[in-house]
């Protein structure tokens, strides 16, 4: 069962675009959300990261936006550039569970020139 | 300072075989996570090992095993391999059992033919 569900597989935004990618869960008790990316032949690198308790975290042009009713939280890639483009995994993890995160299927984005 | 190194980039087993991966953490952070990503697939954790004891497993067969050592680098150890087993094996590491970032290294490519 996938504990975290990421959409689209795939997105292609054109240079100076805004890139969205949405992920949600189901479980109640997850309380901290990070995004990563990952560039081919490398490992995944902490974006950003958000707890429930806030509704938006921004760092330089990468938005968190966390909808807690909803159960649903995006990724907001602003003035997007062709070196963002690489996947993207939204995750999930509960408390005193060590490292246990939960990933996303995860998000191909091709920013074009 | 030197990230996440793992080691070897790539591996070719037979179906049957046993397989060692191995993880040296960034220096100071003490805990190592193992995760497993199939391609086009999110990483999903294996194992989570703090001060020589693991802290958390996660659903992988008992064919799976790991262990860290006194200078908080890690193995993780494959018996009988199959041909599901091809993946990317992502070593990750944080300050310490409950630290929230965890920094990935580049993995290792296990192929299994």
């Known amino acids: 069962q996938q504990q975290v569900k990421q959409s689209p597989q795939s997105l292609i935004v054109q240079k100076g675009g805004i890139s969205i990618i949405n992920c949600a869960y189901e479980?109640?008790?997850?309380?901290?959300f990070p995004w990563y990316q990952q560039f081919p032949g490398k490992g995944p690198a902490l974006l950003i990261a958000i707890r429930p308790d806030v509704s938006e975290k921004k760092e330089g042009r990468f938005t968190i936006s966390f909808n807690k009713s909803a159960k649903q939280f995006s990724l907001h890639i602003m003035d997007s550039q062709p070196g963002d483009s690489a996947t993207y995994f939204c995750?999930?993890?509960?408390?005193?569970?060590?490292?246990?995160?939960?990933f996303g299927t995860g998000t191909s984005l091709t920013v074009i020139p | 300072d030197a990230g996440v190194t793992q080691s070897p980039t790539h591996l070719i087993k037979t179906r049957g075989q046993h397989v060692t991966l191995r993880c040296s953490p960034i220096s100071g952070h003490k805990s190592v996570s193992w995760y497993q990503q199939v391609l086009g697939q999110g990483p999903q954790f294996i194992f989570q090992?703090?001060?020589?004891?693991?802290?958390g497993r996660g659903n992988f067969p008992d064919r799976f095993s790991a262990r860290q050592f006194p200078n908080y680098s890690s193995e993780l150890n494959v018996n009988a391999l199959l041909l599901g087993d091809s993946a990317l094996y992502l070593c990750?590491?944080?300050?310490?059992?409950?630290?929230?970032?965890?920094?990935f290294g580049p993995g290792t490519r296990l192929t299994v033919t």
């Open positions: 995750a999930a993890i509960r408390p005193n569970t060590g490292n246990q995160f939960y």
């Open positions: 990750a590491s944080s300050l310490g059992p409950q630290s929230r970032e965890q920094y």
């Open positions: 090992y703090y001060e020589k004891e693991e802290r």
């Open positions: 479980n109640t008790a997850f309380d901290y």
